[in-house]
């Protein structure tokens, strides 16, 4: 096991790397507003930060990365285009496995830079490949717009898009949400029995909802029982979809026939191609760079574009040694008024010491 100290001298090299790209160093605070910021992060991280809290400041808590205080920062007061590097340590709770880090130490890369976003992507990917040398480490890229895309282009009701969006974090509730939307599980017995009015809803309030919060539930659950069964083609092409994954030639034409199928989703493959334009550029081999669909489905929920992790090829068990992706509409959501395209990544100095020690 790397000491602290070798990791943080590893991690101020791999700093000074960004730092000769142009650039700038930041240095967000460790205790983060909870309140305001841990919505952004979605369900798993939601569930394994540590929060606490301060009279004055509400609630507070360890930063779990350092992508969404400098993409507030940046909204708040960056001159454009700008690139931004960090290390230190982020706090992530850990309840099932004791093996895995609850702090540990990152370096990161973020670009903000409305030009050529494929070029910005190519770019993150390429130098965060650069800076972990020789390991023996095999990359992973996926699109989480694709997805994205494809939902929304579903023939359904507004209601049922947002509840699958809201679930492409979640691989086994999108799934559930799927058979159930397209009429394949059957519908409880107990919401039969409340739509048909057979279970009394003006009886004495006991929970925490207000009378009004029941209705519109209800009335929610109603529209839905009326919505019609998404077609299976529909259903059918999504698992093909999510079933894509290839070295980047394969995959991509698998996206680009799929797409004559979907429309919906041309515009994001387009993305995918002239991100494997840009990655080769930039000297990637994308002939052997893998592609899966599904890839990033369980990580930070701020991403909607291109998503990449590094995995050691002898640990697999191992958590990514580098990761990051596409936050376009993070930048949106604390830009105030304002929004530019965004991508980044991190790296783990603590894991690449940990694997150069193993070999
Ligand atoms: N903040 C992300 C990594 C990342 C940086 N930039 C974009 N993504 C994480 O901690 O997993």
Redesign the pocket.
Known sequence: MPTRSETLARAARLRALFEAQGAALVEPPILQPADTLLDLYGEDIRARAYVTSDALRGEQMLR?????P?VQMHMAHGAEPARYTYSGE?FRRQEDDPTRANEYV?V???VFDRTDPAAADAE?FALIAQALGELSLSPVTGDIGVLMAAVEGLETSQARKAALLRHIWRPARFRALLDRFAGRSPVPASRTALLNGDIPTDVPLTGLRTQAEIASRIAALKEDAETPALAAKDVTRIETLLAIQGVMPVALDALQSLSREMPQITDAVARVAAREAALAARGVKTETLMFEASHGRT??E??DGFVFGFYAVDHPQMS?IA?????DALTRQLGQGGEIP?????MRPGLMLELEGAT
């Open positions: 779990p990365d350092f992508t969404v400098v982020v990152q990161g890369y973020e993150v990580s930070m701020y991403y990514a990761s990051g992706g596409r936050y965004a991508v980044g990544g991190v």
